[in-house]
């Protein structure tokens, strides 16, 4: 078991490969990391970190006790055909992560309070307009997905002077915030949301919820952060609604085909800002800390932190 023997870790990544077997070694020497798919004795392995699995990794891991999600999301991890979804699966929330989402949405939030994507606009017509703005305390942020990075960025907002609202899938009490959940609650939420930011995961029930319907809901030109997950959103309907103008501007760090492609209109929209999904990147040295941390609680008998509740597919 793995609170009582060495801890040999399968790790499955993208990209930084020597950074995360460093911060490993740093954080708990005595892991053993084997990087796929140089997989040795797979008898031995007893927990894994991984992303975007392919289906074969899973085969003859049968002492396998526990996964770790690289991300904040899970869902590379739960469309995997393959995966055991008896084990616990932890995601990652470490402090890092948490301020890398909380600094890309603060600085779009800033930038479509202060109408930079109005003046990036007119620097690029020669024209010269000193528009009318208001202070902070009288734009409302509507963070869509009110969990540990929505509430992270709520608190920052706070500082800023912002009114901030929250929207969650079910109740729950958050000090000193009001908060919607449910569908009979969203057009309420949205109504109020001169800035929304969705940071909700991939869901059957999340999916296409940007759509006509419910981008009509907002202000006559709200403006829209997506650092969630990309098919919260229809893409045409967004683009429509940004043509006819009752939707200011959209920030999008996340789409429904990554990498984005070529001939996607959002590349060239006036009013819409890409990034390729970097809002917030997993920080190895932090990451392995919080996994480093959650296996030596587990050996003195605590649960598995954050674990992801595979029916709701977060």
Known sequence: MLKDNRAVMLLKTDTRDQAWIDAF??????????????TGDRNEINCALLWNPPPELFDELDNLEVIFSIGAGVDSLLTCPTLPTHLPIVRMVESELSAGMVEFCLFHV????????????????????????VPASEVTVGIMGFGVLGQALARQL???RYRVIGYRRGPGEVDGMEVFYGTNQLEAFMGRSDILVALMPSTPE????INSRTLSWLPSGACFINAGRGDLVDEEDLVEAL??????GAAL???ETEPLPQESILWTHP????????????YPPSACRYIAGAISRHRQGEPWPHLVETGRGY
């Open 253 to 255: 760090d996340v789409f």
């Open 25 to 38: 070694s740093s954080a708990m020497p005595d892991l053993e990391v084997r990087l796929w798919p140089e």
């Open 206 to 209: 999340t999916r296409k919820m």
């Open 271 to 282: 009013n819409v800002y890409v990034t390729p999904h970097i809002a917030s990147l997993t």
């Open 158 to 160: 706070f500082g800023l």
């Open 110 to 133: 800033l930038r479509f309070h202060r109408l930079m994507h109005l003046f990036e606009n007119h620097r690029v017509n020669r024209h010269w307009e000193a528009l009318t703005q």
């Open 243 to 248: 043509d006819h103008g009752s939707l200011a």
